[in-house]
């Protein structure tokens, strides 16, 4: 399971707080995503990265925010904005946007109450 | 955009009965199709995939078909196992330059 991984593996924080999830991967891979997973539903896209200090908003960028200081490591920080925090949280890398397999991590789940 | 549609949304076959999982695309110039499988609990992982200069591609009890025509491509599972007992992901995308678009997923069920 080593490549990409995801701390912590379970998140509980009150309404209304924000909370930074970890992304790491030492594949040295250039693109890395952000996906929401729900109950019965697919994976959304929050945000990605291309490259280092530049990302882009996905499909269901409103309310989270993300950076990207380092090529290794890409957080993502869901903000109180966020009116429907609880699900879970998965990261993934490839070696380019778009280009050949998506890497996951083994994903958060948040709980917020 | 690229819009990926899935079905059935559940699935459920005999242990050693095949398995069929459809996706449509609809931007004609997608042209990777990875399929993932999500275990119960654990991260989605590559299982197959399909670029379309090939109309099917196969390992071993997995194949996927294509047909650009279409725009649909399908997963299909022959002499179906419990441990392929997991949700199932399509997705579609250009090679270059643009993110995968899933489909919602079908859950397998692979009964004793």
């Known amino acids: 399971d080593g490549g990409i991984t995801q701390s912590p593996k379970y998140l509980f924080r009150k309404e209304g707080q924000n909370v930074t999830l970890s992304c790491e991967q030492n594949l040295n891979h250039d693109a890395m995503y952000w996906y929401r997973q729900d109950p019965g539903q697919g994976l959304r896209l929050i945000y990605y990265s291309q490259i280092v200090n530049d990302f882009q908003k996905g499909d269901i960028a409103e309310g989270y925010s993300v950076s990207r200081e380092k090529k290794e490591s890409f957080p993502l920080t869901v903000t109180s904005a966020q009116k429907n925090p609880t699900a879970f949280y998965l990261c993934?890398?490839?070696?380019?946007?778009?280009?050949?397999?998506?890497?996951f991590g083994p994903g958060t789940r948040l709980t917020v109450t | 955009g690229e819009n990926v549609e899935q079905h059935p949304s559940t699935l459920s076959v005999q242990e050693g009965d095949s398995a069929v999982i459809k996706c449509t695309y609809s931007d004609s110039a997608s042209n990777y199709f990875p399929w993932y499988k999500q275990e119960l609990g654990k991260r989605p992982q590559l299982i197959i995939d399909i670029r379309s200069n090939v109309g099917e591609k196969k390992d071993q009890r997995i194949a996927v078909t294509l047909n650009k025509t279409a725009k649909h491509f399908s997963l299909h599972i022959t002499e179906t196992q419990p441990e392929d007992s997991a949700v199932y992901f399509c997705a579609a995308t250009l090679i270059w330059g643009q993110n995968f678009v899933f489909g919602p997923g079908t859950r397998l069920s692979v009964l004793p």
């Open positions: 993934a890398s490839s070696e380019g946007q778009g280009v050949g397999e998506q890497y």
